[in-house]
């Protein structure tokens, strides 16, 4: 399926002959240049409004608008009864949610930073992760949690790590992210619809850096798959979130070069979609895994095991990961040497078309 | 570094063979130079250069087989390595969105690559004993290899040499029979042409392919094109024989062009420059492509009778064998005449047998005229 969303102004426009002068329902629905940041923004406005059990809660969300204005104009749409500032307490945030989950609200909660969520895992892990299997269905918890995460944004210590292998881990957690203003609007929409819980990080590097025309028609995007960003014919790159422009970049210069690369956005890191992933690698024999995160023990390993058991006989060269160092996320001064970057990448795709 | 990639020479060939390289490693090259020389299964084709630039790197030796897309050479570039753009949340870049269209999932139809079932170990094990795994058909399941066929392919190129690859026009003839044999429900027909009326110097090739003609215009559903997945066939205005020529390298079958409408002449020009471009292996492409009905004319060499093997898509292919005197019946008299022995082969699935007979009545009248 090939998902345009500019094509709703130009369907507006066709209809919009003299034979009908009325407005058509197309043209009815809103069409916005808009910002990572902003897509997720009006996914939440969307879904609040046309779903009366979404409420939203967390620091400085709803007076403020969140510190990076995600959760903007909320509460004076709204009201402050569904959209709520809490205490400077991510355990009580967590709990709250998973309360307000299992007795019939959905709960968007927001962690200001990935790195301040250590304390909110005891209640997603020990609770919201687990309640569909220790109530034996009876109960289930239809709560989101936001966490803008990464480095790039010369943040403080605790402000830029990628710990989404940790989440990936917890069986009963799904974990989305996304790697664009247009796919954040889908994803968000079907994590706060999907009837358990969802961690759903935000790559705050690209919040502002690319403007996209979405259609406010409160499409949302499945959570159970991978997206295929470019078709390749030589080599499978496989990223998610900010790093997903640095791989746009990459595919492009070897694109100049004669060499296709098929660009997976894995989107949905957990649980995994490998039946795009395996498809696309039967057809490249070549793959290449592009994370922020350190590489051990990286949601990369994990695909790269997985290669190893059903790929085998597909592939021409090793399955490389390019990912961050294992070591504590550097200040902000030294966070370029640490992100991987294009060269990284390019270099990564080098070696295995290298290989033979 | 830009890669360039074997290209499209046209009519669905996956592949060539490097013939030779006219430049190395280190030269410099203006846009249309000539590159390589590379043996399609039709046809010697010259691969010019697509830019001016210097060259880094060649791929492959000659006598090595390179696949539709696989990289030939690949240029210097003088390009300086983008580096990552990190800074405060960057803000809306101004360049135009490169990502409003992706796919959910996977590509549909997604092109299949034919790989190598083999483990990375057999592979190993195949370049320890030096065996082409290309060469190793598999015994494991769905046509993995295993030891055992690595090592058997192995002894037997110890105890019997090595294999030699079928390559360029032997390769094509080998594949275009297979398909031929799998596909087309070939009838033969068999008579002799009485060439009493012949003058001494008579040009036989020359008779032949006018008698072809006449046998088209009697019959015009044998110069066709059929296509049998679809079930429709094509009855073709003009009559392009391929001409089955037998060279050192192989079986050759340049077309000769619009064959009714061309004097005797200019038909005889015609065929000796496709006799020595053919002999040459440097056929230009448009020769070497569709041809309505074919005729080999084995007659040159030896053999009488023969069951000539139809080329998809045509329907007809005529062969004709020596011509030798024979005692014929002339009006009740025995009589000794030059006597040419014709073979027709069609394909039953659109020729009816009386079309076909129709065919060869008119190929003798004319013949015998």
Not at chain 2, 56 to 65: E, L, M, P, V, Y
Not at chain 2, 189 to 212: P, Q
Not at chain 2, 274 to 286: E, F, S
Request: net charge negative.
């Amino acid at each position: 399926m090939n998902v345009s969303f500019s094509t709703t102004d130009g369907l507006a426009t066709d209809s919009a002959t003299a034979l009908d002068e009325r407005p058509s329902a197309e043209m009815q629905i809103e069409s916005k240049e808009c910002v990572l940041v902003e897509a997720i923004n009006m996914a939440l406005h969307y879904e609040m409004a046309h779903d009366a059990s979404v409420v939203v809660l967390g620091e400085d969300v709803a007076t403020n608008g969140g510190v990076f204005r995600a959760t903007l104009d909320l509460k004076q749409a709204f009201g402050a009864e569904r959209v709520r500032d809490t205490p400077l307490a991510e355990g009580l945030i967590a709990g709250l949610s998973v309360g307000m989950a299992t007795q019939g609200l959905k709960p968007v909660a927001e962690i200001q930073f990935m790195g301040f969520m250590f304390a909110a895992l005891e209640q997603l892990i020990c609770h919201a992760a687990r309640m569909r299997n220790r109530t034996r269905g009876r109960l289930t918890c239809p709560l989101v949690v936001r966490m803008p995460f990464g480095g790039g944004i010369h943040a403080p210590e605790h402000h830029s790590e990628s710990t989404e292998a940790l989440l990936a881990h917890i069986p009963g957690l799904r974990v989305v992210i996304p790697s664009s203003a247009t796919r954040a609007y889908g994803l968000l929409l079907g994590a706060i619809r999907d009837p358990d819980p969802v961690i759903f990080l935000e790559p705050k590097r690209i919040y502002r850096a690319q403007a996209q025309s979405i259609c406010n028609d409160g499409q949302a995007l499945p959570l159970d798959t991978c997206f295929t960003l470019r078709e390749g014919e030589d080599v499978t790159l496989i990223s998610w979130g900010a790093l997903i422009s640095e791989c746009t970049q990459v595919v492009e210069q070897w694109h100049e070069q004669g060499i296709s690369v098929e660009l997976i956005d894995v989107a949905t890191v957990s649980p995994l979609d490998m039946a795009t992933i395996l498809q696309s690698v039967a057809k490249t024999g070549r793959c290449v895994i592009a994370h922020e995160a350190p590489k051990t023990g990286g949601i990369g390993g994990e695909i790269a095991a997985q290669l190893a058991e059903h790929a085998l006989l597909d592939l021409k060269a090793p399955v490389l990961r390019v990912g961050g160092y294992d070591t504590v996320m550097p200040y902000a001064k030294k966070e370029a040497l640490y992100l991987p970057g294009v060269a990284e990448i390019s270099n990564a795709i080098e070696q295995v078309l290298a290989f033979g | 570094m830009k890669f360039f990639k074997l290209p499209d020479l046209g009519e669905g060939l996956q592949e060539a063979e490097i013939i030779e390289w006219n430049v190395a490693a280190g030269d410099t090259v203006s846009t249309d130079q000539l590159l390589v020389t590379v043996e399609t299964a039709k046809a010697i084709v010259e691969i010019p250069s697509p830019q001016a630039g210097m060259i880094a790197a060649t791929f492959g030796q000659s006598g090595d087989i390179v696949h539709l897309g696989e990289p030939l050479l690949e240029f210097v570039s003088d390009e300086a390595d983008n580096a990552t753009v990190v800074g405060e949340l960057q803000t809306v870049s101004p360049q135009p969105d490169a990502d409003e269209h992706f796919i959910i999932g996977s590509p549909k139809a997604p092109s299949q690559h034919q790989a190598i079932r083999a483990t990375p170990a057999i592979r190993a094990l195949a370049e320890r004993l030096k065996v082409d795994i290309s060469k190793v058909s598999g015994s494991g399941k769905q046509g993995l290899i295993k030891v055992e066929d690595v090592e058997r392919v192995a002894r037997l190129e110890s105890e019997k040499g090595p294999s030699t690859p079928l390559k360029g026009v032997r390769r094509f003839m080998s594949l275009a029979m297979s398909q031929s044999h799998a596909q087309v429900v070939a009838v033969t027909i068999n008579d002799d042409a009485r060439l009493g009326n012949w003058a001494k110097k008579e040009d036989a090739t020359l008779r032949l392919l006018r008698a072809i003609v006449a046998a088209c215009q009697a019959e015009p559903l044998l110069n066709s094109w059929f296509d049998a997945e679809a079930m429709t066939y094509r009855s073709l205005a003009t009559i392009d024989v391929g001409m089955a020529v037998d060279t050192p390298g192989g079986l050759f079958v340049p077309v000769l062009r619009d064959v009714a409408k061309r004097s005797d002449k200019d038909l005889r020009s015609g065929l000796n420059r496709l006799k020595k471009d053919a002999l040459k292996r440097r056929i230009p492409v448009n020769e070497m492509q569709k041809p309505t009905i074919t005729l080999s004319n084995f007659g040159t060499i030896a053999g009488r009778y023969a069951n000539p093997v139809i080329v998809l898509p045509t329907v007809a292919i005529l062969a004709a064998g020596v011509i030798r005197d024979e005692v014929c019946a002339v009006k009740g008299k025995a009589k000794v005449l030059p006597v040419m022995p014709l073979s027709l082969s069609f394909d039953h699935r659109l020729i009816t047998g009386g079309e076909a007979a129709r065919f060869m009545a008119a190929l003798k009248d004319s013949l015998e005229g």
